[in-house]
C-alpha cells in the first residue's frame, strides 16, 4: 500500500500494476509542484523523469489539461517506456472538472 500511495501523491497510478504486456501509468492530481525521480541507467535510458503541477492547490484537484516532453496529451495515461525513457509530464489543475481531457484513447487491454 505504501507504493501506491507514493505513486498516487506523485500523480501516477496504474489499477492493473506492471502486470501487463506493456506497462502504462494513469495520471491523478499530485499533491506536489515537482517531483524529479532519478532514473538508474543500469535499468532505464533515461536520467531522469520530473513531473510538474500547474495551478497546484487543495480546491484545484482536476486535470484541465497535461503534456508529455512538451506534446499535448490527450490521454489520461501513458506508457512506462515513455517513463523509461525519461523527460517531464506537465500538468495543469483547475477546481472543475474538464470532462473533455483525457476521453482520446482508452489504456489497452491485455
Known sequence: MGGVS???SIGLFNIVGTESTKPYYEITAPVFDKVTIGLDNQYY??????????NNSKENCYIQKATL???KLDNFWFYHEQF????ELEIWLGNTPNK??????NPPVD
Open 45 to 54: 535510458k533515461g536520467k531522469e523523469f520530473v513531473i510538474k503541477t500547474h
Open 6 to 8: 507514493a505513486l498516487m
Open 100 to 105: 473533455n481531457w483525457g476521453l482520446r484513447n
Open 84 to 87: 523509461a525513457a525519461g523527460g
Open 69 to 71: 516532453n512538451g506534446e
